[in-house]
């Protein structure tokens, strides 16, 4: 069975320094993962996905995920952090052969000025 | 274009009524998720329709839960009974499904807040 595991409940950064979002996964193949955000009263966005193409995706707002089968992780980067980063973050698998998504707990990132 | 749409926003209502939450998805998807996002189990797969195949209703936490999509576009998530501990987010998604691909995106809607007391 497909799982995903965030590593910290709450990350906290000051502006314009950088953020990492730790997630580690378990698949019994290669996953489909992805990272959502969800900005206080608003519906979840998606950030970026891996389907098994480049290992180093680009998503949008200038964050990227690195998927890496060794360490079987695939942590959430940005080289500077901007106030409206602040929000909620999960990362996700896709089930399988199926089409329903895994969260992790979420990351709750902070951002101070 | 329009979104995925649910409503009401906020529902409050008194144990043991029966609710229901409606979701409009995106026009032209053939696929619908609902999922429940609540402090204490997180973000949880709930039912998913795919065209006129037959619902996976794996998630649904009991028999008072049920979801019908009609004529292959909104959706209804109907809850009979309802316990303080259906309390939650209840958040629809749907996705534009192309056989043979690895990734469909599922695009949310912005959900409505059940409170049960």
């Known amino acids: 069975a497909q799982s995903v595991t965030q590593l910290d409940s709450h990350v906290s950064v000051s502006e314009g320094t950088p953020v990492l979002l730790r997630c580690n996964y378990s698949?019994?193949?290669?996953?489909?993962l992805f990272w959502y955000v969800q900005h206080p009263n608003k519906g979840l966005q998606l950030l970026l996905k891996y389907t098994s193409a480049a290992t180093l995706v680009k998503g949008i707002n200038g964050f990227e995920a690195e998927f890496k089968k060794s360490e079987t992780s695939f942590h959430l980067t940005k080289p500077s952090a901007h106030m409206s980063d602040a929000a909620e973050y999960f990362c996700?698998?896709?089930?399988?052969?199926?089409?329903?998504?895994?969260f992790g707990a979420g990351t709750r990132l902070a951002v101070h000025p | 274009g329009a979104g995925v749409s649910q409503s009401p926003s906020n529902k409050v209502t008194e144990k043991g009524k029966d609710v229901e939450l409606r979701c409009d998805p995106i026009?032209?998807?053939?696929?619908l998720y609902w999922y429940r996002q609540s402090l204490g189990q997180g973000l949880e797969f709930l039912i998913y329709?795919?065209?006129?195949?037959?619902?996976?209703k794996s998630g649904l936490p009991s028999d008072r839960f049920s979801a019908e999509r009609t004529g292959g576009s909104v959706s209804t998530l109907t809850i009979q009974r309802t316990q303080q501990e259906d309390s939650a987010v209840y958040l629809c998604?749907?996705?534009?499904?192309?056989?043979?691909?690895?990734?469909?995106?599922?695009?949310f809607g912005p959900g409505t807040r059940l409170t049960v007391l």
């Open positions: 998604a749907s996705s534009l499904e192309i056989r043979g691909s690895r990734y469909n995106e599922q695009f």
């Open positions: 026009s032209g998807h053939t696929a």
């Open positions: 996700v698998v896709r089930s399988g052969g199926y089409n329903k998504l895994i």
């Open positions: 698949s019994s193949y290669s996953p489909s």
């Open positions: 329709f795919q065209g006129n195949s037959a619902p996976d």
